[in-house]
């Protein structure tokens, strides 16, 4: 067998000696590439971004910017990550955490990285909003809010009118509660990040209701009058809640009921059936005493006026 020749032993290791000097070449690109982006300091985004800086001081965020400190738990960093390769690529939004561009559960994920210490999040991630792929930043503005409580974008009830314009034709009503006069607050009942499942008319399962004291309806933080205990519980009140009988946003009729007649309202559950009439003896005529063809005993409320609970009387009466 022959011995190759000098020249094609020489031949045979160019290639491979071209290809190490070629990762040579490589090598401080290739690390470079492979490299992790860095912090940068919050220094730096003053220079690119002086118009979200300038007012930044009377954000709460700002409480990030005059920690002692480092990254990622301090500064502009602590909620856009890194900013070494966004600073390189002049501005690239692909290059940091944007959260225009995050999809509505990344942007929940990272908002409750420093917010998930409040119970009231608590049930943030199984909220209607959530569920129905609705975010953080729909709502809130870090950088430019329009109220400088809560960081909302624009006023609250023109926030939630945007999505629930239903609710604003009803707050339109002649009778209703005073939102639009900025009396009170959608989120004096409303809770908008998820609220515990409620005890009352649970079949209808009211969605983010803010519970007062003991697990009950928000309405008894204002009207504490009807709260009791009461030695003589009306069922509605305690079970089905203030809604089965009013209309909690605004209504066409006094005192935000359902119906304009009292005792149509009242009619929808003292029929008759049950404990709430006589049975099994036959059709009864009205008695004289509740003649509802009479417009004198169409007002129920005149005789049963502890109608959201007595400690007196089982009936209600005075």
Known sequence: MLRPTVSAQMAATVPSA??????????????????????????????????VVMDFYKNPHAKQMQTDAAPPEAGCESCHGPASEHIAAKGDKSRITAFSRLKSEQVVANCLRCHSESLGRMQVRRSSHTLAQVACNQCHSIHKPKTPKSLLNREQRDLCYGCHSNVRAQFALPVRHRVNEGVIQCTDCHNPHGSPASVWTTGQRPRMVEPALGNEAPCLKCHVDKRGPFAFEHSAVRIDGCSSCHAPHGSANARLLRRPAVFTLCLECHTGAGGFGRQGDGIQRTPASHNMASPRFRNCTTCHVRIHGSNADQRFLR
Request: charged share 5%; aromatic share 8%.
């Open 18 to 51: 071209l290809g190490f000097v070629v990762l040579a070449m490589m090598a401080p690109a290739c690390a470079q590439a492979w490299a992790a982006p860095q912090y940068s300091g919050s220094a730096a985004c003053r220079s690119c971004h002086p118009n």
